[in-house]
């Protein structure tokens, strides 16, 4: 599962990061994020009605596990004490990361029983990852995967095949 950094701002405007690996896709243009009401970044959510979805990388994998290990509701300066640093999006009320290759704006829909419903408002991504045609480099973000079973961090990035395209090998004419 991806690497999800939740970021959003606490009631005094200082910045608060949680780490959350279960979380996917809804559509294009929807996340489901499922984070249980006790997490400070959820109340902040609640409050502000944003927040944005980073993606974490291997050369943060300490600070972003560090995020995913502290509350905020027990250390209000976690971000802060995590060394990395944020600029205020344009799009929303809820921090960007700079240390991360790619950010998404959301707009919180609402929260259901299996998760939080996020709309992405406008997606930010470094110009060095980015294709000729807008598509992201995965290959050379670092991005990172967390597997839930054996609770480790795995770096994505080889490209085993072209979706929609593999499948015609196996497709009778």
Same mark, same amino acid.
């Given at each position: 599962m991806p690497v999800l950094m939740i970021g959003t701002y606490n009631e005094d405007g200082s910045v608060d990061v /949680?780490? %959350?690996a279960w979380g996917m896709a809804q559509s294009m243009k929807h996340l489901k994020l499922c984070l249980t009401?006790?997490?400070?970044? =959820?109340?902040n959510m609640k409050r502000t $009605?944003?927040?944005?979805?980073?993606? %974490?990388?291997?050369? *943060?994998? %300490?600070?972003?596990?560090? +995020?995913? /290990?502290v509350s905020g509701n027990n250390v209000s300066d976690k971000f802060e004490k995590s060394?990395?640093? #944020?600029?205020?999006?344009?799009?929303v009320e809820a921090p960007i990361i700079e240390? *991360? @290759?790619?950010? /998404?704006?959301?707009?919180? +829909? $609402?929260?259901?029983?299996?998760g939080t419903l996020v709309e992405i408002v406008n997606v930010l991504a470094e110009d060095k990852y980015l294709n000729?045609?807008?598509?992201?480099?995965?290959?050379? /973000?670092?991005?990172? %995967?967390?597997? @839930?079973? $054996?609770?480790? *961090?795995? &770096? =994505?990035?080889?490209?085993?095949g072209q979706a929609? #395209? &593999?499948?015609k090998k196996l497709m009778s004419n």
């Open positions: /949680m780490n %959350a009401e006790s997490h400070k970044t =959820v109340k $009605g944003y927040c944005t979805v980073s993606l %974490a990388t291997k050369d *943060y994998v %300490a600070e972003s596990d560090y +995020l995913g /290990m060394g990395l640093h #944020s600029i205020k999006s344009e799009k240390e *991360y @290759p790619i950010c /998404m704006e959301c707009k919180v +829909l $609402g929260f259901e029983d299996d000729e045609d807008g598509t992201l480099k995965l290959d050379e /973000m670092g991005i990172i %995967a967390y597997d @839930p079973y $054996g609770h480790g *961090y795995y &770096e =994505v990035g080889n490209k085993v929609f #395209s &593999e499948g």
